[in-house]
């Protein structure tokens, strides 16, 4: 989820009354919700047909040098060009781009 995504969307969950589990973790989905862990190493089951992740994107800056010497050329498009994360489309136009460069 994107800083700005997240900014619009919290205001909201508060407004409809959404329940956040800050720092749970995935645990599996069920037919009809799904299980976390919270912090403490409680389990917990949430009824529910659908699951907003909202963790902050985050960059795989070191691929392009750990693919150096392995292929004939990189290019870097899209996040790891920048210190903020991209949203998808970002990411797919730097990719054009370059691909249209060459």
Same mark, same amino acid.
């Given at each position: 989820?994107?800083?700005?995504?997240?900014?619009?969307?919290? /205001?909201?969950?508060?407004?409809?009354?959404?329940?956040?589990?800050?720092?749970?973790?995935?645990?599996?989905?069920?037919?009809?919700?799904? =299980? *976390?862990?919270?912090?403490?190493?409680?389990? *917990?089951?949430?009824?529910?047909?659908?699951?907003? /992740?909202?963790?902050?994107?985050?960059?795989?800056?070191?691929?392009?040098?750990?693919?150096?010497?392995?292929?004939?050329?990189?290019?870097? =498009?899209?996040?790891?060009?920048?210190?903020?994360?991209?949203?998808?489309?970002?990411? *797919?136009?730097?990719?054009?781009?370059?691909?249209?460069?060459?």
């Amino acid at each position: 989820m994107t800083i700005d995504d997240r900014e619009f969307l919290m /205001p909201w969950f508060k407004e409809k009354g959404v329940v956040k589990y800050q720092e749970a973790k995935f645990v599996e989905v069920l037919d009809k919700g799904m =299980v *976390i862990q919270t912090k403490d190493g409680k389990k *917990i089951t949430i009824d529910c047909d659908t699951v907003v /992740p909202s963790t902050l994107l985050k960059q795989n800056l070191d691929l392009a040098a750990k693919l150096k010497g392995k292929v004939p050329e990189i290019y870097s =498009v899209g996040s790891c060009t920048k210190p903020e994360p991209d949203i998808m489309a970002d990411a *797919i136009a730097s990719g054009a781009k370059i691909g249209h460069q060459i």
